[in-house]
């Protein structure tokens, strides 16, 4: 097995085979494409900070034919809309059974395991990395979660981790240096 560099640093040639062959990109939302943190106001208002560099490279992604799925176990408004702002249509909220949500999505979309890539953080996250061909946690994440991830991203997450499987996903299919257009 050999090593390739990249714009993080060297990953192995088998994850990149494996990343040109996903179609469906199925993301955790809360230490993810947030930092992790919740921030509650005296009247009960729930607020979250999202990374402008995940949400161009979603775009991007998209922009090649992967799809993007959002499975959170939490239920916000915040997450529908940033996600909606993103053209991310594939939005589950309150599911307890990540595993599940995701056999649905290969099923609808009529995918294989090896056509699905999941990044997660806590232990909720596993079922998706067993429903997928390439699984990654991130570095803020659980020490259990990281190591069942076959890669564990050099950012963290809430500051482009998302951003950077983005990256890897178009490094994959020599895609990377053709994406133009604005960041959200």
Known sequence: MSIIETLYGPVTSNLIHKLSKVK????????????????????????????TLDGYGVKAIRSVGIEVAIITGRQSAIVENRMSSLGITLIIQGEEDKGAAVQ??????????????????????IPMFEESSVSVSVPNGHPYVKDKAQYVTRTAGGSGAVREVCDLLLFSVNK?????GSST
Not at 24 to 51: A, W
Request: hydrophobic fraction near 35%; proline fraction near 2%; glycine fraction near 10%.
């Open 176 to 180: 990377l240096n053709q994406i133009h």
């Open 24 to 51: 469906l990109f199925v993301c955790d939302v809360d230490g993810v494409f947030s930092d992790g943190n919740i921030y509650m106001g005296n009247g009960g208002e729930e607020l979250k900070t999202f990374n």
């Open 104 to 125: 649905r999505l290969k099923s609808h979309f009529k995918l294989k395991k090896e056509q699905v890539a999941a990044i997660g953080d806590d232990m909720p996250d």
